[in-house]
């Protein structure tokens, strides 16, 4: 599923990125077709949270953070979905404290702006599945349970995690 979902969610991030660059600028690149981008937030949302409550119910038990779930992804990675959330939440602020309108455009530009974050966070987790599975990394115990990447030990049976498999090209 990571894989369908990725390439997925990063068009609709750069179509909101552009989408919103524009609003920023007075030109509605998408017209209606904002909507449909809106629209499709959920789309790709449904799948990305039963993707996560999949991945968070096999690697046992214990609350999961954005970086366990971007595990195997690039370093630049999470500081990248942190911008935009920043940028989001100061987006929404501006328009807030009516540095600009929220209606007509204006609530497109506030819309947009949470539309990145929502494809930016279903394509950073996705990407982050692929890789792992790509380069072969899993977080197991001794015993070969599941385990998430940050433990140290198993949280099923308590035996010591083994440091990840790591083969280079595993995987297709
Ligand atoms: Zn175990």
Known sequence: MPRLL??????????????HV????????????GTVLFIGIFVVWFPTVFYLRRFDSTTGQGRRSWKVWLAGGPDWLYPLLQGIVVYAVINFGLGFLGVYSMEGPGFWRMASGHAMVFYGAAWGVAYAAMRREDEGIEWRCQNGHE??????????????????????????
Do not use: T
């Open 147 to 172: 385990v998430p990447p940050d433990a140290k030990f198993c949280a099923e049976c308590g035996a010591p995690v083994i440091p990840p498999r790591f083969v280079p090209g595993a995987g297709a």
């Open 22 to 33: 524009g609003l920023l600028f007075h030109h509605d690149l998408l017209g209606p077709g």
């Open 6 to 19: 990725a390439p997925v969610a990063f068009i609709g991030l750069l179509l909101s990125a552009a989408w």
